[in-house]
């Protein structure tokens, strides 16, 4: 079982910026995609940026060039800096971890990100 621990959501105005971070533990493949996902209410949940082990990263059309998704393998985290925040990405995010080729995907309990106008 792997268990993901968020931290680093909360209120910022439009044009600040924020950290995020997510902490894996238990028994992680080493070969795996870690990442950000948000979502508002009544919307489906829907990707924001992941990376591979070997640092492949995806980002959201939306976010490139404001956002930055990094990672520790080390220490089985992933950070997702996000710049130049818009209300627009107002949402509660949640870290996912994802083993290729295989049923195993794990979610975060998620944290609220508040862009105010």
């Keep these: 079982q792997v268990q993901l621990v968020e931290s680093g959501?909360?209120?910022?105005?439009?044009?600040g910026s924020l950290r995020l971070s997510c902490a894996a533990s238990?028994?992680?493949?080493s070969r795996?995609?870690?990442?950000w996902y948000r979502q508002t209410p009544?919307?489906?949940r829907?990707?924001?940026?992941t990376m591979t082990n070997s640092a492949s990263t995806n980002y959201a059309d939306s976010v490139k060039g404001?956002?930055?998704?990094?990672r520790d393998n080390a220490k089985n985290t992933v950070y997702?800096?996000?710049?130049?925040?818009?209300p627009e990405d107002t949402a509660v995010y949640y870290c996912n971890l994802a083993v290729p080729i295989t049923p195993y995907?794990?979610?975060?309990?998620g944290t609220q990100v508040t862009v105010s106008s």
Excluded: D, P
Excluded at 9 to 15: E, F, M, P, R, Y
Excluded at 46 to 49: R, S
Excluded at 66 to 70: D, E, H, K, L
């Design 9 to 15: 959501g909360g209120l910022v105005q439009a044009g």
């Design 26 to 29: 238990g028994s992680i493949f």
């Design 32 to 35: 795996n995609v870690m990442g």
């Design 42 to 44: 009544g919307k489906q």
């Design 46 to 49: 829907e990707l924001v940026a």
């Design 66 to 70: 404001r956002f930055t998704i990094s």
């Design 80 to 86: 997702l800096q996000m710049n130049s925040l818009k």
């Design 105 to 109: 995907e794990y979610w975060g309990q």
